[in-house]
C-alpha cells in the first residue's frame, strides 16, 4: 500500500478521536444543560435566586474535545512520521476517542445532580467540582497514555 494512502488512513484516526470525544462532550453539556434549566426553573418557582455558577457544571465536559484535539493532533503527527503503523492510529483514535467522550458524557451526568443539588442547597459547589475532576481524570489519562503510546 502506498505510503500516502496509509498516512490518509491513519489521519482518520485523528478524526475519529476528536469527533467521538466531541459527541461526548455534547451528550454530557447537554445532559448538564437541561439539568440545570430545570433547576433554574425551580429555582424562578420559588422566588429564589437561579444560581449563574451552575454553567460551570454545564461547560465541565467540554474539555474532552480539547483532549481528544490534542490526541488528534499526535496522531496527525505519528500517521505522518509512520504510516505503515494506520492501523495502530486508527484503534489509537478510536478508542481515544470513545474512552474520552464516555467520560464527558459521564462528567455531563455528575454535572446534572451537581446543578440539582446546588441550586436547592446553594452549598456543596468544592465538593461537586472534585467529582466531576475525578470524572475528567479518565480522559486526561487516556489522552496522555494513547498520546506517548503512538510516539
Not at 81 to 93: D, L, N, Q
Not at 99 to 106: E, F, L
Not at 128 to 134: E, K, N, S
Amino acid at each position: 500500500m502506498e505510503a500516502e494512502v496509509m498516512a490518509g488512513l491513519g489521519r482518520m484516526g485523528a478524526a475519529a478521536s476528536v469527533a467521538l470525544a466531541a459527541v461526548g462532550s455534547a451528550l454530557g453539556a447537554g445532559v448538564a444543560g437541561m439539568a440545570a434549566v430545570g433547576a433554574w426553573k425551580k429555582c424562578f418557582a420559588q422566588n429564589k435566586a437561579a444560581p449563574f455558577i451552575l454553567v460551570t457544571f454545564v461547560g465541565a465536559p467540554l474539555s474532552q474535545t480539547i483532549y481528544g484535539m490534542i490526541l488528534m493532533n499526535n496522531i496527525v503527527k505519528a500517521a505522518a512520521e509512520t504510516p505503515a503503523m494506520f492501523w495502530s492510529m486508527i484503534g489509537a483514535g478510536i478508542f481515544g476517542g470513545l474512552a474520552m467522550g464516555v467520560s464527558a458524557w459521564y462528567q455531563g451526568k455528575v454535572g446534572a445532580g451537581a446543578a440539582d443539588a446546588m441550586a436547592e442547597t446553594g452549598k456543596g459547589f468544592g465538593n461537586y467540582l472534585m467529582a466531576l475532576g475525578i470524572v475528567e481524570t479518565v480522559a486526561l489519562f487516556v489522552m496522555v497514555f494513547i498520546g506517548n503510546a503512538i510516539k
